[in-house]
């Protein structure tokens, strides 16, 4: 028999990223990352017991991976990937003779991409004949009830055990219809009570396990047990300072907060409450300069929707976003650690500016991007590379500043990895405005869980992405206003307008009486693209 089911909605052809897997005493957890959601049918062939996906309409099925690593103890015995066209089907040979429970995954804020989750069961449906009758196919005698009893698992909800269980109790006919004989039936009702029974233990224990770990935050919080780290000395202390009439605008987004929580390490610290306490410490550091002006995208415990935090930026007129956050790992695992820092992937940059377009929202784009994609409305093509050439330059400065980030955090913590890493990321997707992500260590390490709660080691965080903002400041955009002052001084145009919202290079032209293509050779411009607050120097 094959149970075939479908799923998601798909809009553009998507790419396969990544498969993994880990395993525990109750499951085998398989997770298939993808970039987009994708469009896929399962099958399940008992008599193989051979479980089959197919992810429909993959961009490069040929670089999807080959299949998964699997430990000893898992249910699955082996992966194979083929190929159909388009499509990719993953063959999951199983050992237990249940199909797996199969759902879907949304990005997090955090950069996940869509998730595919695959949790077979580690354990082995019983097929030995009832030593009553050798043609019925009860699991066990009732002498071994509670060993033929599959176990309850946390991640399964009722009613999915109860359907496992069935399964288990009950034979396949030839037309796929299962049924019980009498004496199936009556060791099936009886394990159905003992497996209501266990699982409500296991949602009492659930409860009373809840309620310790928050009683360990709260004396976390008020300093009992929390010595096995010690806290940071503190970095300089911060004072505010004028800002300067057109200053450099940060705009810092602590991710999470208020109904989402983000990740929870074991000892209660919760990740909404971190990238808060480190976002309003950098908004202190960045305050302290007075070319630079900080505006939180939230500065208390509230829920921002993902697609509002690029918005609040574009708003506050933001030159650079900076979104804090704190990983995780969903693994039995807590050796993964370090910082990482995120920038957009060049497929999702494409896919939204598409939306963009395609919604006719590019008037809200910084500077003048927008104002020239409204003029070229008759010419779709012109209109869409101005777009791609502001998104090109917003990822490129973005992968910049990381790098100044990363060299400045590598001096005090430990870097998972040493450059920017591209993903497909909600909040990081406006094309008019630099943007990346920083992880600023692992919730689920229990040393960085401990390490991200101490104020001291968060204001070192802060400072340290300070210093390479700072860093980043001084090698690229302040050079580049220089080099202008420069050229007009040389040039003695005494003329250096600065750049008003709505402003375009063809508005500009008119209004002073010269070309686009004179603006761009005097100004050295490799784009239209221009940026409140931009100065440019008029030709003669």
């Known amino acids: 028999m094959f149970i075939i089911l479908m799923c998601g909605h798909q809009t553009f052809a998507l790419e396969i990223e990544g498969m993994r897997a880990y395993s525990n005493n109750d499951k085998t957890r398989i997770v298939i990352d993808l970039d987009e959601k994708a469009v896929y049918t399962t099958a399940y062939h008992n008599k193989d017991n051979l479980f089959i996906i197919r992810i429909k309409n993959v961009s490069e099925p040929k670089v999807a991976p080959q299949g998964v690593k699997l430990s000893n103890k898992s249910s699955v015995s082996g992966v194979t990937r083929v190929l159909d066209g388009q499509d990719v089907r993953y063959l999951f040979t199983t050992k237990s003779g249940y199909p797996p429970q199969v759902f879907t995954l949304a990005p997090r804020a955090d950069n996940q991409n869509f998730r595919i989750v695959l949790d077979f069961v580690n354990i082995q449906r019983d097929s030995s004949p009832s030593p009553q009758k050798k043609t019925e196919r009860a699991p066990s005698s009732s002498a071994n009830a509670s060993e033929s009893l599959p176990a309850v698992h946390s991640n399964s909800s009722l009613a999915t055990q109860e359907r496992d269980l069935f399964i288990a109790y009950s034979t396949e006919g030839k037309d796929g219809i299962r049924s019980m004989s009498p004496s199936q039936a009556k060791e099936y009702n009886e394990k159905l009570k003992e497996l209501r029974a266990r699982y409500a233990k296991q949602q009492q224990e659930a409860k009373a396990d809840e309620k310790k770990a928050k009683s360990e935050a709260r004396n976390q919080t008020a300093g009992k047990g929390s010595d096995t780290v010690q806290d940071s000395a503190a970095p300089p202390e911060p004072v505010e300072v004028k800002?300067?009439?057109?200053?450099?605008?940060?705009?810092?987004?602590?991710?999470?907060?208020?109904?989402?929580?983000?990740?929870?390490?074991?000892?209660?610290?919760?990740?909404k409450n971190v990238t808060l306490a480190i976002a309003k410490a950098l908004a202190g550091y960045i305050n302290s300069n007075k070319?630079?002006?900080?505006?939180?995208?939230?500065?208390?415990?509230?829920?921002?929707d993902l697609d509002r935090r690029s918005e609040i930026a574009r708003k506050k007129k933001a030159d650079i976003l900076i979104s804090i956050h704190a990983d995780s790992?969903?693994?039995?695992?807590?050796s993964a650690r370090g910082v990482s820092v995120w920038v957009l992937s060049g497929n999702r940059a494409e896919r939204e500016n598409k939306k963009l377009l395609r919604d006719n929202k590019q008037n809200r784009l910084i500077g003048g991007a927008g104002e020239v994609i409204s003029e070229s409305e008759q010419n779709p093509y012109l209109a869409a590379t101005i777009l791609d050439m502001s998104s090109s330059t917003s990822r490129s400065e973005g992968y910049l500043l990381g790098n100044e980030i990363l060299?400045?955090?590598?001096?005090?913590?430990?870097?998972?990895?040493?450059?920017?890493?591209?993903a497909s990321l909600a909040v990081l997707k406006a094309p008019d405005i630099p943007s990346l992500l920083i992880e600023t260590g692992f919730l689920s390490n229990s040393t960085e869980e401990l390490q991200l709660s101490k104020p001291n080691y968060q204001k070192q965080i802060a400072y340290h992405i300070f210093k390479g903002i700072e860093e980043y400041y001084r090698k690229y955009p302040a050079k580049k206003i220089e080099t202008r002052r420069e050229t007009a001084r040389r040039a003695n145009a005494g003329s250096v307008i600065t750049v008003k919202k709505g402003d375009s290079l063809s508005l500009i032209a008119r209004r002073y009486g010269t070309t686009v293509a004179a603006l761009r050779k005097t100004n050295s411009l490799k784009s239209d693209v221009l940026k409140v607050g931009q100065e440019l120097v008029l030709p003669k």
């Open 407 to 422: 060299n400045s955090l590598g001096k005090f913590t430990r870097l998972r990895k040493t450059s920017p890493i591209h």
């Open 329 to 334: 790992v969903a693994s039995s695992s807590s």
């Open 291 to 304: 070319i630079f002006r900080a505006v939180l995208v939230r500065d208390r415990d509230v829920f921002v």
């Open 243 to 271: 800002s300067v009439d057109k200053p450099f605008i940060i705009a810092v987004d602590p991710g999470h907060g208020g109904k989402d929580p983000g990740a929870i390490g074991k000892h209660g610290v919760r990740e």
